[in-house]
């Protein structure tokens, strides 16, 4: 049942559909009037649902979004591939907006879950800066934020150096930077910077963190490495050839998860999927039909055990 943060008393509990008018309302930012028209109702139902989700306390300051159908799937995945913790959110009338449920989703579950003295590990791409919006401020003692990727030479909102630095201002924590690009030009290169004591000990803190917050990427010109011109789209055709479907942390895998054998690996400054493996808690936030493929990929390469995603993401993984 989803969930609004708002002081009106409880009453009772919504309806599937005042469930998904107050999603489309609150967090994909639909008028009244497009919400009717996506639910095939009328603008008064839809009203009334936005009213009734206020009245009844289903309407807070997030969205938790766990419909009796969200939940099935939560369960179904749950068994499935062995994870802990499954939170799905419902899909987005356009698949653009599916970074933004999704990190709707994965801002509130990791404002949940950090305490004083933890140290938190994050990826990068679109999920998880939209992510950022959902945290919101939160003061903690003694919390490091550590970025698992390098950077961009030309920087964006969705720099993972920016990323990183984004949460850590949120928390009011340290945080560590892998001051390195994130592509260069060979693995001797890459070797190399590994070397540099400085990015060795942000490696050895990398080992220990307690959550690792990560998304997925897919391989085609919509995926964020693409799209952002880290990677030209050139490269594509190769990675397919090599088998890739996704990739985490800019490691390209194949079906089973592993790391596929193309330049482009040996390229990149990223904490390996060996050292992520070690970590307690992997957290892996991405969603859309396009990526389930990807997702599986990623689900087997870290071992992950919490998965927040969309109900179109969720039935595709379980057609697998």
Not at 121 to 138: E, H, N, P, R
């Amino acid at each position: 049942m989803s969930k609004l943060e708002h002081t009106a008393p409880r009453l009772g509990p919504p309806s599937d559909l005042g469930v998904r008018a107050a999603w489309l309302y609150y967090v994909e930012g639909l008028t009244q009037a497009q919400i009717a028209r996506s639910l095939k109702i009328s603008r008064a139902k839809v009203i009334r649902l936005l009213s009734a989700a206020r009245e009844s306390g289903v309407v807070r300051i997030r969205i938790d979004a766990n419909s009796s159908k969200q939940i099935a799937l939560e369960r179904q995945l749950s068994r499935e591939f062995d994870l802990n913790k499954v939170v799905v959110v419902p899909s987005p009338t356009s698949d653009t907006a599916t970074a933004a449920v999704v990190g709707q989703a994965a801002g509130s579950y990791m404002a949940d879950q950090v305490r004083a003295g933890m140290s938190i590990g994050v990826g990068w791409g679109q999920t998880l800066s939209m992510s950022l919006k959902a945290i919101g401020t939160q003061r903690y003692d003694r919390l490091s934020v550590i970025s698992l990727l390098g950077g961009m030479t030309h920087s964006r909102a969705i720099d993972p150096s920016s990323v990183a630095r984004r949460m850590a201002d949120a928390f009011g924590a340290d945080c560590y930077q892998l001051t390195a690009p994130v592509f260069v030009a060979n693995d001797a290169t890459r070797a190399a910077l590994w070397a540099e004591p400085g990015l060795r000990d942000l490696l050895e803190r990398a080992r220990r963190v307690d959550v690792a917050l990560l998304s997925v990427g897919d391989v085609s010109e919509a995926a964020t490495l693409f799209r952002e011109g880290l990677l030209p789209n050139s490269q594509l055709s190769g990675l397919v050839r090599a088998g890739a479907v996704g990739d985490v942390l800019c490691h390209f895998l194949d079906v089973e998860g592993r790391v596929v054998d193309h330049p482009v690996n040996g390229r990149v400054i990223a904490v390996g999927l060996k050292d992520l493996r070690r970590v307690p808690t992997i957290v892996i936030a991405a969603g859309g039909r396009r990526k389930v493929a990807a997702i599986a990929a990623a689900l087997k390469a870290t071992r992950a055990r919490v998965l927040i995603t969309d109900e179109a993401a969720a039935r595709g993984l379980l057609q697998l």
